[in-house]
């Protein structure tokens, strides 16, 4: 039976290129709400709640916790991943672009290595209230400049080379 059923999956996920079609999947609002309710409150938490192969790449959802106390540290990804947030509760201040001062480049790790540093500089700010949603392109800098209190948002991340684990 364990075989069948494996079989069956498989055969569901089969990329498009093999005339099979990718099924939909959904994440419902109950199951989003007790992840964040789940992520621990101390320190900045930023964990897959889904990640899944949508025919030749894949996608992922991150619930992401961010307390105010935590440091806010200024963040360039080096990959071919788009981030999209949607904030779902709190309001803050997200700088894009410019250049990431001091930078201080992290070891490459499964979806490239990151630059960090204290801040941006020559970036754009925007306030972020819930139901906002920022894109933000790879390798563009970002930076939380201000928190009002704890945040938590989601972020989708199309993943064209397949590097994120799925989940």
Known sequence: MRILVAVFVTSLVASPSSGQVVPAIDIKAGEVQAFLAALPRDAVSDRPIRVVDVGGSQVGVYGVFRPRTSKQEAILHDTTVSEVYYMLSGAATLVTGGTIAPPTRQ??????????????????????????????????????SQLDGDIAYLIVRPDPNSKLTRK
């Open 107 to 144: 070891a490459a790790g499964l979806s490239g290595s990151n630059l960090r540093g204290d801040r941006i500089e020559g970036g754009v700010s925007r306030r972020i209230t819930p139901g906002d949603i920022v894109i933000i392109p790879p390798r563009t800098p970002h930076w939380w």
